[in-house]
């Protein structure tokens, strides 16, 4: 990840910490028309083809503009939802094939009748009824041992004393209602065709429903018993029941199912469903004007459109006409961006890894309107809320602002719709200023009210100007609705990651670092007390300068009170920090190139502390620009002292890096300035002034201001703010009565001594 950053994002090692490094002219202006490139590209690569009506503004129920004649003859497609019913229409109505095994019937009547031939007379034998069955068993085996012991037992007491008369109408009925079942079809079970398209079947050329047909498992589960009970001969429930058991034995299936015939005539009945709902010839009108909008109408227009766009993308040069057009306009949208970055914004236009930034949250908020579209989404799903609010506090006000109207024009423009454009642009214009103040994580709740708000009255609005049904318009309000109320919650989880990933710092994060009770400040000013006081009031100058060019009052607020964190590890070598130890300095017993050296270490022990802490790279990048390559002159001008000529400067300057932005300035000038002001003897307004413009001209004829984008006129301004601070921290006392005896006694004696 670190060697992504640093390739991407400009970034370099020193030792264990990564510092902007500044890029060439000419390496910058590559990086940005490759960017400018690229997002063109992804973006005319998302922009539709032009399409020859605006189906969007014929929303059902409204109505329309203008008549709409047909160019020429086309036809308009069936939708998949419609082919698909028409098609599950047309396989029920193919029926089941079923097909007949005559020999069934023949061979279980001749069964049937053979086994009476042989059980009749054996039963009539007078014999016991032990004897009687030992005989059919032998005789009958596979019939017989079917049969339970009472169905068994029930036969041979019924025919056993019966009449020949009755035995007689007893085979004959058993015979016919066996012959019934296999004139009408026996089947082995109705549920497959119950569970197919059509409960229709067909037996030959006949077609009849499945339940007219017997079921054999139907006749074994007990369907005999109504059959047979029709019959007054045999009335008896256990005779009944005994010819329920002999009759299941010869009850099989004769009908089967011709699955290969049935499935065929059925996909020939779906292929044969037509594709087109509706021809247009030339010049037939396919709306008139006022008339109210129906989906056929719809319909139509979607399928002229996209005959026209196929047309237009099977000629080579036409499709790359589109593509240059929609380029042309995705251009023209970029640059006109990017000169508002180079004109307003500069520290972003030449920031890659802030250009990055914004390259992506276009990509992406295009890529989501994209995918909505191509899936036929509701579009006010698509969250351009979500990217203003990242970019404005990312960023500043003003680009997120202007973002919003360039991000809500292309979305306008794919989904061709003016509307969609507007009300996209003004929400997030609402979102913008939501959030341009946010200091606390809990204010995001406000543009949780003030999106849905301005969601559903702009959708509402820009609806009834097209006459929608209220009842559309509820339902187009929703989605709106919704990203409303996920964009700020978004929001908050998205703030992290992108902090980290393109190191910028938000006011959020500002204002938990400027609590004095953290870790770090309350071990500053435990450890050097004078720093910390310094750093205080280092602040509030930084503050009212920052105020006063338009900068960012919190980062310079926070930047000071870690600007010099590294003097914690040798407090005592500075000389804010030497008076709780009596005065004494220790560089009076070191030479000037040591104690350089140890000067100079704060910067470096500072951004150690900065990262084991866990600051945001915008303070760590304070610490050492806040010195910029200033030469310490104290040690400098002893080496002088001592070594003579031999001195170099250069060896006693700061590392650098000079201030790279409008607050780091503003941190030297309200280092030098605070430190300066305190060894005035005379504090007057007019010293005071002197002093400021005395240091301020220093470091800008010194070249250490060169890097910032501080104007002249900036100058004069901080100037003018330090003023009143400063006044404020060094101001003057009236004598105490004590200091007034005291100072006349020590004059009266001076004057006696004299």
Known sequence: MNALKSRWFGLKSRGRHSLPRPWRPHSLLAFRIALTAIVVGLLTYLSPYQRPYNVAQLRVGSSAQERIKAPFLFHVPKSQVELDRERLDATTTIPTILHRDPLVQDQQMARLDSVFSVMVPAIRVQMADSLKKKHLQRELPRVIGSLSVNALSTLIAVLSNASEPYVKDFQAICLQILANFYTTGLIASKQPVLQSPSPQVRLGNREQHVETLYSEIGLKQGDFISHIQAYRTISDRDAVEAVHELLNLFAISDLTIDETETARLRSEARRGVASIKRIFAKDDIIIDKNAKVTQDHVDALDALADRIAKEQTSHPIRRLIQMVAAATITGFL?????????????TTFNQPSQLILLALM??????????IKTHELDIYLVPTPLAAMLVTILLTQQIGLVFSFVIAFFVGNLFSDF????????????????????RHRNQFYRSMIFLPISYTLLIAAADLLRFVPPEQIYAHALPGIFIGVAAPILTIGLLPIFESLFHLTTDITLLELSDLNRPLLRELAIRAPGTYTHSLIMANLSESAAEAISGNPLLARVGCYYHDIG??????????????????????HLTPNMSMLIIASHVKDGLELAEEHGLPQSI?????EHHGTTVIEVFYNRAVELGGESVRKDDFRYDGPRPQTKVGGILMLADSVESAART???????????????????????GELNE??????DLHKIEDSFIPVLMGTLHGR?????????????????????
């Open 334 to 346: 970029i640059f006109v961006f990017g000169y508002f970055l180079a004109t307003r914004e500069q």
């Open 362 to 371: 276009t990509i992406a908020t295009a890529s989501i309107a994209s995918y």
């Open 419 to 438: 509307y969609v454009a507007i009300t996209c642009a003004l929400t997030s214009a609402v979102a913008v200023f939501a959030v341009r103040h946010v």
């Open 567 to 588: 003097k914690m590890i040798k407090p005592e070598y500075f000389r804010e920090n030497q008076g709780l130890r009596g005065g004494r300095n220790p560089h009076d």
């Open 620 to 624: 760590c990048d304070l610490i050492p």
């Open 680 to 702: 005035l003897p005379e504090r007057t307004p007019n010293r005071v002034r002197q002093l400021v413009r005395n240091i301020i001209q220093q470091k800008f004829t010194g």
């Open 708 to 713: 910032c984008a501080l104007t002249l006129q």
């Open 734 to 754: 009236v004598d105490y009565p004590w200091q007034t005896t005291d100072r006349k006694w020590r004059a009266m004696h001076t004057t006696v001594d004299n």
